[in-house]
C-alpha cells in the first residue's frame, strides 16, 4: 500500500520505518566483505547525497541531516547519528546537493541555500556572507537572480548538481546556472571565482532535463531540438539554439565561420587583457581548515610559474610551430597509468609531419616538466585516487586560478612518459606534466596566423578563404567551443520538484505527460582523463553536445570525480573517463568516447551512480526485487589506512593511482537480496547508499513488477526493431519484393510498431521515475491510468496494422525476404521468437509480431494486485479497477481480432480465385459464409448457386461469376415469422432493394441472424454485442451510393436512416453536381433543406433554402435562380403559391423591376404590387394568370396618379388619372394612358372640360366637349367633387395581402382563417422556435434569450383580465422581436409589403387615404390571429374586467372603481409594434400631403418667434399675470427683461419637441399632456390658491409654447394623430388637449403675412 504522511486513520497505511531505509557502505573492499550499515531514522529517508567525506540526508517532512568530515564546523560525525540542519527548519527542503566539500538544499519554494568550503566561490556570494569567506558554516541563503529581464527577477530553481570546485542550479525554465571556479562552468568569463550565479549562455534556449557534476568536469542532459530546425536553420541561428558546433563541423559541407582574433582551437576567449599578459599570475596558495585551528601545507606552486627555463623554452618551441601542427608523438612510451607500452594509445594518432626540429628535445624537455611536478608531489601521502592528470596543484588550476591556466593541457596527453614510482606505498604515482596556459595558446595562435599570412586570403574571419592546413586543423577537432550563443529566452513549462525525488530528477514531460527520449548529452569542463566523451583529453570552455550518445535515448547521466555514465532508456549504460580503477566497468578503448558497460545477459539497469573511483548501478534481475551491480576498486589500498589516521588532510596528490585489483564488468553484491526493494543508489567520494523500501501487502513488488516487465518489453521491441523490422524494411525500401498491397501494409506495421515502442519507452522511463519517488507520488498518477486512452488507441492500431498484413498474406513473403536478408541472425532472431508452435517459420513471425498484445494482460494483473492493497471505498481501488477492466477487455478484444485474422487468412487460401480476390481486403474479416449451402435464397432455382459471404464490413452475394456487395452500414435484418411452411427465412433490407433468404436449419438462422446484427452493431460503433433481433439499428447514420432508376442514381448519400429508407438530415451529392443537404424522411426531401442545381446553360446553379414535403419543394424558402432573379416566398409542390417576392434583374440591368404578392401555380394571381424600375412605374392591384387584371392604382416617377379597372394587362375602362400639377381626368381607358369615350377634365384652377376624348395622356388628348368655367363664390358642384375624389376604384384595403394572413395561418397549423386547434397552434409554435435554436447555432446571446422566453407556451385559456393582461402584451412584444416566430414574421413581411409599397415611386401624397386604410386593416387582421391565440381577449373596444377582489378590496371607493376600468383595442394593442417599423414611410406621405400648408405654417414660425419673450405674450393676448418673471440659467435666477429671447416656460417648451422623436398616437398624446402639466407647474408659482385653466387663458399660452417649440410638419404630426388615435381616448382629456394643439396649429396658419 502506498505510503503517505498524512491517511485517514481507517486506512491502512505503513508505517515510516517500512519506506526510505538508507544502507551505507564504503566502496573499497572484496564484495564479499562489504557489509552496509543500516542508518536508522525516525522519519524515512527521501534522498542522499555525497561528498569526498560527508554526505546529506533530507528525511520526510523536509528535514536535512549531515554526517562525514564537516571541516567547515570541525567536526565529526558518524554516519549512525547523523546532526540535523537546525537553520533549515521550516523550509520544506525538497532536494539535497553535495559537492567535494560544499552542500546544498533547495526548498519547495525554489530557493537555494548553501554551505561548506568557499574557497573557489562554489558557495557564491551568499546573503549572510562576503566573498573573502573560505568557509560558509551553516545554510545561508544564495539568490539566483536573472539581470535579463526588466526588473531583474529571481529564478526558482528546480535542481541542483556540486562539484568541487563549482555549483549548477537548474531553474524551472529549463535553464542553467553556474557560479563557482574553472572550466567546467560553461560560462563565457575570464573572471574567477564567479561569486553570482550567471546562466550558461550556450545551453539558453535549449530545454535542460538535468544536470550532473564531476570533480572539474559538467554533464547536462538536454532536450533534442525537432529535426526540421536542423534543416531549416541558418548555422548561426543553430548555434544560437545550443545546437553543437561539432553537427556542423561533422555533418555539413562548410565549417562554421569562428573569428580567429577570439578564439582558439580549444575554445578559449583571447580577450585584451589575456593577449597583453605576457606571464601568468601567481596566487597566493589555498589553505585547508585542520580541526585543530591549523592550516595545512600550502600547495607547491605552479610549475609554469617556478620553473621559469622549461617555461621559456616551451614558448619558444611554441613560436615556430607551423599552422595546424598538432602535438602528437610517433611512439608514446608509456599508458596513462605510467606502466610502459611500445604501442600508442587508442585514439592518439601519429602526425608523421613533425614540424620540430628536434623532437626528441620536445620529448625531453616534457619529460623534464612532468619529473619536475612528480618530485614535488611523490613525497606526499598517495592520498585519494581522486584522479586529474592535468592537475599539477592547486595553483595551476583554473578553479583556483583567476587569469592564468584557464586551460588544461591540451597536448600533454599525447606525450605519455615513464613516470618514476614509490617503492614504499607500492602504488604507480603517475606521470603528471605541466599545463599549457592562456599565453602558450596566445603564442600558439599568433604562429598560425603568421602562416597564414602567407597565403592569398587577407581575413581570418571568412573561413572559406582559409589556407588547407588550418582547414584540416579545425576539422580534426571534434567539437571545437564556440563563443556563448545570444541571450534568448525561451518559456518553458516545469513542474517544481517533488520531496523524494532522487539524485536524477526526473526528466521535464511532454505534452501528453510521459518523459521524452530525444534528448543529448552535453558536457565541458576538464577532459584529461577523456570525461568529456569527445574521443580527445582536451579541455572544453563551453557545453558541448557528445555525438555518439545522440539518439541514444539516454534518460539519466551521473558522473563521478573523472568518469562520466549515462543510462539509456533501454537499460544499457555508457561510460568513459577514467578506468584506473575498472569503474567504467569495460576495459574496452578508446575511454574518451562513450562506450557500454559490460552487462550479464538478463540485467536490466535502471539507476545508476557514480563516486570516486566507482560505480554503483541498480538493475532488474530475474526476480521482482532490484540488485546491485559494482564496479570499481575491489581491495582496499594500504595507503588508505594512513588516509583514515587523520582523514581531513586532503593530500594534493590529483592523479590517480591505479588499483591493484578491479573487475572488468559489474559483479552483484550479494548483501542486496536481503535488503528490500531497493528505490535509488548514490556515490561520492568512496561511499556508496541505497534507499530501500519494505514490501507492504505487496504495493512496493507490484510497483517493482509493472516498472521491471515494461523495461523489459521495451528492450524487446528494441532488439526487434533493430534486428528484425529495420533491416527488412531497408531491404525492401531498396528491392521491394512483398507486392504493391503488402510492402505499402509492411511500411504501415513497421510505423505503428515504431509509435508503439516509443510510447512504451517512454513508459518504462515514467516508471523509472515512480519507482525513484514512490513516497510522493500517488498511484492514480500512473500513467497506464492517466493516459489510458493513448495505450488502449495505440494497441488497437497496431494489433490491425498486424492483422491487415496477415490476411493479405504477407507473412510468407516476409519469411522468404528475412531468410534473404537476415541469414547470419536467424539463430538471434529465434531467441526472439517465444512461440511454441512447431510449425513454419512464416508462424514464427505472425508469434513475434503479436507478442506485444501479451503486455495488455500483464497491465490489467499488476493493476488488479495493486487495488487489492485498498479499501474498496476509496478512489485509488476505483482508478486502479477501472484500469484493470479497460486492459483485460481490450486484452481479450484484440485476441478475438487476431482469432479473426487468422480464419480470414485460411478463408482465402481456401476460397482462392479470380472472384474472391477483387473481395480481399486489408481491412476485411470474415464472419461467417454459406458454402456448405447452410443460407440460400428464397423461390431460388434448383440449379441456382447462391452464396453469401458475411464480413465483418459487408454482405456480399455470389450468383456463379457474379456477386453483390451490401455495406453493413445500410443493412436491416429481420427475421420472418415462421409458418405452415417451415421456412427459416430472415428478411434483408437495402436502401435499393430487399431480399429474403432461407437457411436450412434453426440453428443456422439463429446463427447468421446473431453473426450480421452483431457485424452490423460493430461497423456502426457498437461494442459487437448485437441486440434482439429486428430491433438493432433500425435508426442509424451511414454513407451510400444509389446504382439504381429512379432520382437518386448515381447520388452519394451521408447521413440519417430509418429501415432501409434515407431518413433525418444528411447530405445527397450527384454526379452532376446537384446537392441537397437538410432534412429525409420516408426515403424522400421532408423539412429545410438547402439544394443545388446546376444550369449547364447558364453555367450557374440554382440554389434553394427552405422547406420540402414529400421530395418537392413545399413551404416557405428562398429560390436564387441561373438567370438572376431571387424568388423569396411560399411555394406548394414545387411551385411559387402563396405569398412570394419575386425580384428580376438589377439596378443596372436593362429590365429590373420587383413583385411582391400573391402567387397561384407559378403565376401571378391576387393582390399583388409590380415595381417597374426600369419604367418608374409601380403598380398595386389585381392580377390575374401573370397579367394586371381587375381594380388597380398606377403611379408614376412623374407624379402622375392613376386608378381604375384593368383587363388584358392593360388600362380598360372607367378610370381617374391625376397629374402632378392636380389635373384630373375621369374616364373610359383602351389601353395605358390611353382614353377613348366619354370623359371629365377637370383643371387645377377648377376650369372643366367635359365631352368625348381619344388619345393618349402623353401625346395629347382629342377632345370633343364643352368647356366651363365656374363663377366666382358658386358652391362646388357634386358632379365635379366626384370626379376628383380619389379611392373609388382601388383594391379595398381589407382585401390586399391576404396571403400574408393566411401563411402566418398557415404556420399555426390553420387551414383557414380561424380554423384550427388553438393546443395544436401553440405546439407549431413551440417546435419551430425550438428547431430553430437547434439549426442556428450562431445566434447572438440576446436572440438566444428571447426565444429561451418563447420556447414557454403562455396561459392562454384563461379569461383575460387587469392583472394578466400586461403579461399578454409582454409575450407580443418578444414574439414580434424574432422572425423565427410566426407573428415576428407576420410583423416582419407586413413591414416589407408596406415598404415595398409606399417607398420609392410609391411616395405619392394620393396614397395617404390607401396608406392609412392600409395599417387599419393591418390591425384588424392582426387582432384576429392574437385573438385566436388568447381567446379571453375582448372584441375590439371591449373592456376587460377587474380580477376577482379579495374581501378586503370590496370598500373601494367609486373613483378607484372607474379608474381600474381598461378598454382593449387592437391600435392599443398592436399598434405600438406595428406602427414604429411603418412610421418612415406612412410619415413621408403624411408630410407630402400637408406640403402646402407646412410651408405656410413655417413661415409665420420663423417671422413671429423674432419678437423677445414679453413682445410675443403681450402679441398673442396672455394675460401679465401669467408672465414668468425670473428665469433659471445653470441653477441661476435671472430676472427676464424686456429683451429676454426664449427664457419663458423653457420645460414646457422642451417637452412639447419631444413630439417628433415619438411613433404612436398614444405617446404623442403622452407629450402633448406632459406640456400641459409642465406648463401648469409654471404657472402655479406666478397665482395664489386653487387654480382651474380656462381656455381662453390657456389657448394664447399654448401658444406661445407651440411658437418657441419651432415643430417642423406639425402638420403631418396632428393628420397622423387624429388619424390614427384610438378612437377611446377622442372625447376625453387627451382628445381636449390634442384638439388644443391643432387649434394652435389652425390659428399659426391663418395668422397674417404682415
Known amino acids: 500500500m502506498e505510503c503517505r504522511e498524512e491517511r485517514p486513520a481507517d486506512e491502512q497505511a505503513p508505517t515510516p520505518l517500512e519506506r526510505g531505509l538508507l544502507h551505507i557502505w564504503q566502496s573499497v573492499g572484496s564484495c564479499a566483505q562489504v557489509c552496509p550499515e543500516r542508518v536508522f531514522l525516525s522519519r524515512p529517508v527521501l534522498q542522499t547525497a555525497l561528498g569526498e567525506h560527508h554526505g546529506l540526508l533530507l528525511t520526510q517532512g523536509g528535514l536535512v541531516y549531515s554526517f562525514g568530515e564537516l571541516?567547515?564546523?570541525?567536526?565529526?560525525?558518524?554516519?549512525?547519528?547523523?546532526?540535523?540542519?537546525?537553520?533549515?527548519?521550516?523550509?520544506?527542503?525538497?532536494?539535497?546537493?553535495?559537492?567535494?566539500?560544499?552542500?546544498?538544499?533547495?526548498?519547495?519554494?525554489?530557493?537555494?541555500?548553501?554551505?561548506?568550503?568557499n574557497t573557489a566561490g562554489q558557495c557564491g556570494l551568499t546573503e549572510r556572507g562576503i566573498a573573502a569567506n573560505i568557509t560558509v558554516s551553516e545554510p545561508c541563503p544564495l539568490t539566483v537572480?536573472?539581470?535579463?529581464?526588466?526588473?531583474?527577477?529571481?529564478?526558482?530553481?528546480?535542481?541542483?548538481?556540486?562539484?568541487?570546485?563549482?555549483?549548477?542550479?537548474?531553474?524551472?525554465?529549463n535553464e542553467l546556472w553556474a557560479w563557482g571556479s574553472g572550466c567546467q562552468l560553461g560560462l563565457v568569463t575570464n573572471t574567477f571565482p564567479v561569486w553570482r550565479p550567471q546562466k550558461v549562455e550556450h545551453l539558453s534556449g535549449r530545454h535542460v532535463i538535468q544536470v550532473a557534476c564531476g570533480a572539474y568536469h559538467s554533464l547536462a542532459l538536454v532536450r533534442s531540438l525537432p529535426p526540421q530546425n536542423y534543416n531549416t536553420q541558418k548555422p548561426s541561428e543553430k548555434r544560437e539554439r545550443g545546437?553543437?558546433?561539432?553537427?556542423?563541423?561533422?555533418?555539413?559541407?562548410?565549417?562554421?565561420?569562428?573569428?580567429?582574433?577570439?578564439?582558439?582551437?580549444?575554445?578559449?576567449?583571447?580577450?585584451?587583457?589575456?593577449?597583453?599578459?605576457?606571464?601568468?599570475?601567481?596566487?597566493?596558495?589555498?589553505?585547508?581548515?585542520?580541526?585543530?585551528?591549523?592550516?595545512?601545507?600550502?600547495?607547491?606552486?605552479?610549475?609554469?610559474?617556478?620553473?621559469?627555463?622549461?617555461?621559456?623554452?616551451?614558448?619558444?618551441?611554441?613560436?615556430?610551430?607551423?599552422?595546424?601542427?598538432?602535438?602528437?608523438?610517433?611512439?608514446?612510451?608509456?599508458?596513462?597509468d605510467g606502466s610502459p607500452k611500445s604501442q600508442p594509445l587508442p585514439g592518439c594518432r601519429s602526425n608523421k609531419k613533425s614540424a620540430f626540429p628536434d623532437e626528441m628535445e620536445l620529448q625531453s624537455l616534457l619529460q623534464k616538466l612532468s619529473c619536475h611536478s612528480l618530485e614535488m608531489h611523490h613525497t606526499s601521502g598517495p592520498g585519494d585516487t581522486d584522479s586529474l592528470s592535468s592537475y599539477t596543484s592547486d595553483d595551476s588550476c583554473v578553479s583556483s586560478t583567476p587569469s592564468t591556466d584557464l586551460l588544461t593541457s591540451s597536448y600533454k596527453e599525447d606525450f605519455p612518459i615513464k613516470s618514476q614510482s614509490n617503492n614504499n606505498s607500492g602504488l604507480a604515482v603517475p606521470y603528471s606534466s605541466s599545463p599549457v596556459c592562456l599565453e602558450d595558446v596566445r603564442l600558439c595562435l599568433e604562429a598560425e596566423e603568421q602562416a597564414l599570412k602567407g597565403k592569398k586570403s587577407s581575413s581570418l574571419t571568412n573561413i572559406n578563404q582559409r589556407g588547407n592546413t588550418a582547414a584540416n586543423r579545425r576539422r580534426s577537432l571534434p567539437g571545437t567551443p564556440t563563443r556563448g550563443s545570444p541571450r534568448r529566452r525561451r518559456p518553458c513549462a516545469c513542474k517544481p520538484s517533488s520531496a523524494g525525488r532522487t539524485q536524477a530528477a526526473a526528466p521535464e514531460e511532454a505534452d501528453d505527460g510521459l518523459p521524452s527520449l530525444d534528448t543529448e548529452v552535453w558536457s565541458w569542463g576538464r577532459g584529461s582523463e577523456g570525461q568529456l566523451g569527445h574521443g580527445d583529453q582536451l579541455a572544453r570552455l563551453q557545453p558541448l553536445c557528445i555525438k555518439p550518445l545522440t539518439g541514444e535515448e539516454v534518460i539519466q547521466v551521473a558522473a563521478g570525480s573523472h568518469h562520466s555514465l549515462a543510462l539509456t532508456a533501454h537499460c544499457q549504460v555508457y561510460s568513459w573517463g577514467s578506468n584506473?580503477?575498472?569503474?567504467?566497468?569495460?576495459?574496452?578503448?578508446?575511454?574518451?568516447?562513450?562506450?557500454?558497460?559490460?552487462?550479464?545477459?538478463?540485467?536490466?539497469?535502471?539507476?545508476?551512480?557514480?563516486?570516486?573511483?566507482?560505480?554503483?548501478?541498480?538493475?532488474?534481475?530475474?526476480?521482482?526485487?532490484?540488485?546491485?551491480?559494482?564496479?570499481?576498486?575491489?581491495?582496499?589500498?594500504?595507503?588508505?589506512?594512513?588516509?583514515?589516521?587523520?582523514?581531513?588532510?586532503?593530500?594534493?596528490?590529483?592523479?590517480?593511482?591505479?588499483?591493484?585489483?578491479?573487475?572488468?564488468?559489474?559483479?552483484?553484491?550479494?548483501f542486496c537480496m536481503e535488503m528490500g526493494y531497493a528505490s535509488s543508489v548514490c556515490s561520492g567520494g568512496q561511499n556508496c547508499t541505497v534507499l530501500v523500501d519494505q514490501n507492504v501487502m505487496g504495493f512496493i513488488s507490484a510497483i517493482h513488477e509493472m516498472a521491471s516487465r515494461e523495461r523489459q518489453f521495451y528492450c524487446w521491441l528494441n532488439s526487434v526493431r533493430k534486428l528484425l523490422l529495420t533491416p527488412l524494411r531497408n531491404r525492401e525500401s531498396s528491392c521491394p519484393s512483398l507486392g504493391e498491397p503488402c510492402t505499402h501494409l509492411f511500411f504501415s506495421l513497421c510505423e505503428s510498431f515504431v509509435r508503439l515502442s516509443t510510447l512504451i519507452g517512454r513508459h518504462s522511463t515514467s516508471l523509472t521515475y515512480f519507482q525513484h519517488d514512490v513516497q510522493g507520488r500517488d498511484v492514480t498518477s500512473l500513467p497506464l491510468l492517466m493516459q489510458t486512452e493513448h495505450f488502449l488507441d495505440s494497441y488497437k492500431e497496431y494489433c490491425s496494422s498486424v492483422g491487415n498484413f496477415q490476411v493479405m498474406g504477407g507473412?510468407?513473403?516476409?519469411?522468404?525476404?528475412?531468410?534473404?536478408?537476415?541469414?547470419?541472425?536467424?539463430?538471434?532472431?529465434?531467441?526472439?521468437?517465444?512461440?511454441?508452435?512447431s510449425v513454419g517459420g512464416d508462424a514464427d513471425l505472425v508469434s513475434l509480431l503479436y507478442r506485444p498484445l501479451q503486455q495488455l494482460h500483464?497491465?490489467?494483473?499488476?493493476?488488479?494486485?495493486?487495488?487489492?492493497?485498498?479499501?474498496?471505498?476509496?478512489?485509488?481501488?476505483?482508478?486502479?479497477?477501472?484500469?484493470?477492466?479497460?486492459?483485460?477487455?481490450?486484452?481479450?478484444?484484440?485476441?478475438?481480432?487476431?482469432?479473426?485474422?487468422?480464419?480470414?487468412?485460411?478463408?482465402?487460401?481456401?476460397?482462392?480465385g479470380k472472384t474472391t480476390e477483387v473481395l480481399r481486403l486489408p481491412q476485411r474479416r470474415v464472419v461467417c459464409e454459406s458454402s456448405n449451402r447452410s443460407l440460400t435464397l428464397q423461390n431460388a432455382g434448383r440449379f441456382s448457386n447462391h452464396w453469401f459471404m458475411l464480413f465483418n464490413d459487408v454482405l456480399v452475394h455470389t450468383q456463379f461469376s457474379t456477386h453483390h456487395v451490401y455495406p453493413l452500414t445500410c443493412l436491416w435484418v429481420k427475421p420472418v415469422t415462421e409458418d405452415s411452411s417451415s421456412l427459416y427465412a430472415i428478411k434483408i433490407t437495402c436502401p435499393e432493394e430487399s431480399f429474403t433468404v432461407v437457411a436450412s436449419?434453426?440453428?443456422?438462422?439463429?446463427?447468421?441472424?446473431?453473426?450480421?446484427?452483431?457485424?452490423?452493431?460493430?461497423?456502426?460503433?457498437?461494442?459487437?454485442?448485437g441486440s434482439s433481433p429486428g430491433v438493432m439499428g433500425m435508426s442509424r447514420t451511414a454513407s451510400y451510393t444509389f446504382t439504381g432508376e429512379g432520382r437518386f442514381k448515381d447520388a452519394k448519400y451521408t447521413g440519417g436512416w430509418l429501415a432501409g429508407r434515407v431518413h433525418g438530415r444528411g447530405t445527397m451529392k450527384w454526379p452532376d453536381g446537384q446537392m441537397y443537404s437538410g432534412n429525409f424522411k420516408n426515403g424522400l426531401e421532408d423539412g429545410y433543406g438547402e439544394c443545388i442545381i446546376p444550369n449547364k446553360t447558364l453555367n450557374k446553379p440554382d440554389i434553394y433554402q427552405g422547406h420540402w414535403r414529400e421530395g418537392k419543394i413545399h413551404g416557405f424558402g428562398k429560390y436564387k435562380y441561373a438567370s438572376g432573379e431571387v424568388y423569396e416566398g411560399c411555394f406548394s409542390d414545387g411551385q411559387r403559391h402563396g405569398y412570394g417576392m419575386l425580384s428580376s434583374g438589377k439596378m443596372a440591368k436593362k429590365s429590373s423591376s420587383v413583385f411582391i404578392g400573391h402567387w397561384v401555380h407559378d403565376k401571378k394571381t391576387g393582390y399583388g404590387v409590380y415595381d417597374d424600375i426600369t419604367r418608374g412605374e409601380k403598380y398595386m392591384g389585381v392580377w390575374l394568370d401573370e397579367q394586371r387584371h381587375g381594380s388597380a392604382v398606377v403611379v408614376t416617377q412623374h407624379g402622375v396618379y392613376y386608378e381604375g379597372t384593368f383587363r388584358d394587362n392593360k388600362m380598360s375602362g372607367p378610370g381617374l388619372l391625376v397629374s402632378d400639377d392636380d389635373t384630373a381626368l375621369h374616364g373610359e381607358f383602351s389601353d395605358d394612358w390611353t382614353v377613348n369615350g366619354k370623359g371629365v377634365l377637370s383643371l387645377a384652377n377648377g376650369d372643366c372640360l367635359e365631352g368625348q376624348f381619344s388619345g393618349e395622356w402623353t401625346a395629347g388628348l382629342k377632345v370633343v366637349g364643352t368647356y366651363t368655367k365656374p363663377v366666382v363664390d358658386e358652391p362646388e358642384s357634386k358632379d365635379r367633387s366626384s370626379v376628383l375624389r380619389l379611392g373609388q376604384y382601388v383594391v379595398p384595403a381589407g382585401q390586399r395581402w391576404v396571403c400574408v394572413f393566411d401563411e402566418c395561418w398557415s404556420r399555426l397549423g390553420c387551414d383557414a382563417p380561424g380554423r384550427g386547434e388553438r393546443a395544436a397552434a401553440w405546439e407549431n409554435i413551440a417546435v419551430t422556435i425550438t428547431t430553430a435554436r437547434r439549426h442556428s447555432p450562431d445566434l447572438s446571446k440576446s436572440q438566444t434569450k428571447v426565444l429561451e422566453c418563447l420556447e414557454f407556451i403562455p396561459q392562454h385559456g384563461e379569461p383575460v383580465t387587469t392583472a394578466n393582461y400586461d403579461n399578454i402584451r409582454r409575450y407580443l412584444i418578444k414574439a414580434c422581436e424574432t422572425p423565427l416566430h410566426p407573428l415576428g414574421w407576420l410583423v416582419e413581411t407586413l413591414v416589407t409589403v408596406y415598404r415595398m409599397t409606399y417607398v420609392g415611386v410609391g411616395s405619392n401624397c394620393r396614397l395617404l387615404r390607401q396608406a392609412v386604410q392600409e395599417v387599419q386593416a393591418y390591425l384588424t387582421h392582426f387582432y384576429c390571429i392574437v385573438r385566436f391565440l388568447f381567446p379571453g381577449l375582448p372584441d375590439d373596444g371591449g373592456i376587460i374586467p377587474d380580477p376577482p377582489a379579495s374581501p378586503a378590496g370590496r370598500h373601494n371607493s367609486d373613483t378607484a372603481e372607474q379608474a381600474s376600468v381598461m378598454v382593449v383595442s387592437c391600435s392599443s394593442l398592436l399598434l405600438p409594434l406595428l406602427l414604429p417599423r411603418l412610421y418612415p414611410p406612412l410619415f413621408t406621405l403624411y408630410c407630402l400631403q400637408e406640403e402646402r400648408e407646412e410651408a405656410q405654417y413655417w413661415e409665420r414660425i420663423l417671422r413671429i418667434n423674432k419678437q423677445p419673450d414679453q413682445s410675443l405674450l403681450n402679441f398673442l393676448g396672455v394675460q401679465e399675470k401669467f408672465w414668468p418673471v425670473w428665469m433659471s440659467i445653470l441653477g441661476e435666477r435671472k430676472q427676464i427683461v424686456s429683451t429676454s429671447k426664449d427664457a419663458c416656460f423653457v420645460s414646457a417648451v422642451e417637452t412639447l419637441q419631444q413630439i417628433s422623436t415619438t411613433f404612436t398616437p398614444s405617446d404623442k398624446l403622452l407629450v402633448i399632456q406632459k406640456t400641459f402639466e409642465e406648463l401648469t407647474q409654471e404657472v402655479k408659482p406666478l397665482l395664489h390658491g386653487d387654480f382651474l385653466w380656462c381656455m381662453d387663458d390657456l389657448l394664447p399660452l399654448f401658444l406661445y409654447v407651440v411658437f418657441r417649440a419651432r415643430i417642423r410638419n406639425l402638420g403631418a404630426e396632428v393628420n397622423l394623430i387624429e388619424d390614427l388615435m384610438d378612437p377611446n381616448v377622442q372625447h376625453g382629456e387627451l382628445g381636449m388637449m390634442f384638439t388644443t394643439l391643432k387649434a394652435c396649429y389652425i390659428q399659426i396658419q391663418r395668422e397674417p403675412t404682415t
Open 580 to 670: 584506473m580503477c575498472g569503474q567504467l566497468g569495460h576495459v574496452n578503448s578508446p575511454v574518451t568516447v562513450p562506450q557500454q558497460t559490460k552487462l550479464s545477459d538478463g540485467l536490466r539497469v535502471w539507476d545508476v551512480s557514480a563516486g570516486q573511483s566507482h560505480s554503483l548501478l541498480l538493475a532488474d534481475g530475474d526476480c521482482v526485487q532490484p540488485v546491485l551491480l559494482y564496479c570499481g576498486q575491489r581491495q582496499e589500498p594500504m595507503s588508505a589506512q594512513s588516509e583514515r589516521s587523520n582523514p581531513n588532510q586532503r593530500s594534493c596528490q590529483r592523479s590517480p593511482n591505479r588499483a591493484e585489483s578491479y573487475t572488468v564488468r559489474p559483479t552483484l553484491l550479494p
Open 811 to 837: 507473412f510468407q513473403s516476409l519469411r522468404k525476404l528475412s531468410l534473404e536478408c537476415l541469414d547470419s541472425q536467424q539463430t538471434v532472431l529465434a531467441q526472439l521468437c517465444v512461440s511454441d508452435q
Open 145 to 173: 537572480v536573472d539581470s535579463d529581464v526588466v526588473p531583474p527577477a529571481a529564478v526558482r530553481v528546480v535542481n541542483l548538481a556540486f562539484g568541487r570546485e563549482h555549483s549548477l542550479a537548474l531553474s524551472a525554465q
Open 243 to 336: 545546437q553543437s558546433p561539432h553537427y556542423t563541423v561533422t555533418e555539413k559541407e562548410e565549417p562554421f565561420v569562428v573569428d580567429g582574433g577570439h578564439y582558439c582551437p580549444l575554445g578559449v576567449e583571447l580577450t585584451e587583457v589575456m593577449t597583453s599578459e605576457t606571464s601568468p599570475r601567481r596566487r597566493g596558495p589555498r589553505r585547508r581548515l585542520q580541526p585543530g585551528g591549523r592550516s595545512a601545507g600550502s600547495s607547491p606552486a605552479s610549475v609554469a610559474s617556478e620553473d621559469g627555463k622549461s617555461n621559456t623554452k616551451q614558448y619558444s618551441i611554441m613560436k615556430n610551430l607551423p599552422a595546424g601542427t598538432k602535438l602528437e608523438p610517433d611512439d608514446p612510451l608509456t599508458q596513462t
Open 858 to 912: 500483464q497491465y490489467s494483473r499488476v493493476l488488479l494486485k495493486l487495488a487489492a492493497c485498498y479499501d474498496v471505498l476509496t478512489a485509488e481501488y476505483q482508478s486502479l479497477h477501472q484500469g484493470f477492466s479497460q486492459y483485460e477487455s481490450l486484452s481479450l478484444s484484440l485476441l478475438r481480432r487476431k482469432k479473426e485474422a487468422e480464419t480470414t487468412l485460411l478463408f482465402w487460401k481456401t476460397h482462392s
Open 71 to 117: 571541516l567547515w564546523r570541525d567536526l565529526s560525525v558518524p554516519v549512525s547519528d547523523p546532526v540535523l540542519e537546525a537553520s533549515l527548519l521550516g523550509r520544506m527542503v525538497v532536494r539535497v546537493a553535495a559537492g567535494g566539500f560544499h552542500c546544498g538544499a533547495l526548498s519547495e519554494q525554489g530557493n537555494v541555500y548553501v554551505w561548506g568550503e
Open 1001 to 1025: 436449419t434453426p440453428q443456422e438462422k439463429n446463427k447468421w441472424l446473431r453473426s450480421i446484427n452483431q457485424a452490423v452493431d460493430q461497423v456502426l460503433g457498437g461494442g459487437g454485442q
